[in-house]
């Protein structure tokens, strides 16, 4: 009995990993919004980003207002490489991040781990 209660446990795991790693999880995406010569948007870190994908209107200096509420040491930086941006996200406080939107594409942005994934859009 207890075979099978591990067997059945251990599938469960390897299904939630599959899952995790591999299912195409649905993308929130978030877009700007433009303020005279602005555009900003929030973006909440809880167990990720919400939303993951922000659009941003090219030739428009941007801000993203990053809120860390997650108490998790991965998501205590957040890095943009293409920018050479690393900068850190104190827990309960909007952080703003300047973004460069002179040239249109697609910028990734990561937790310092690696782990969690962001995209940023200048179209
Ligand atoms: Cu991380």
């Not at 591990?6 to 995790?20: K, M």
């Not at 957040?78 to 939107?101: S, Y």
Request: hydrophobic share 45%; net charge positive; proline share 4%.
């Amino acid at each position: 009995m207890i075979k099978i209660i591990s067997l059945l446990v251990g599938l469960v795991v390897i299904a939630f990993i599959a899952w995790w790693f591999f299912g195409k999880r649905s993308v929130q995406t978030g877009e700007a919004v433009v303020d005279a010569d602005k555009q900003s948007i929030d973006i909440k870190v809880k167990g990720g980003y919400l939303p993951e994908q922000v659009v941003l209107k090219k030739g428009i200096p941007a801000t993203l207002n990053f809120k860390r509420l997650d108490s998790s040491s991965c998501l205590d930086h957040v890095i943009f490489p293409k920018f050479g941006i690393n900068q850190k996200l104190p827990q309960g406080e909007v952080e703003k991040v300047e973004i460069d939107t002179s040239k249109p594409g697609e910028y990734d942005w990561e937790c310092s781990m690696n782990m969690f994934h962001g995209k940023v859009i200048v179209k």
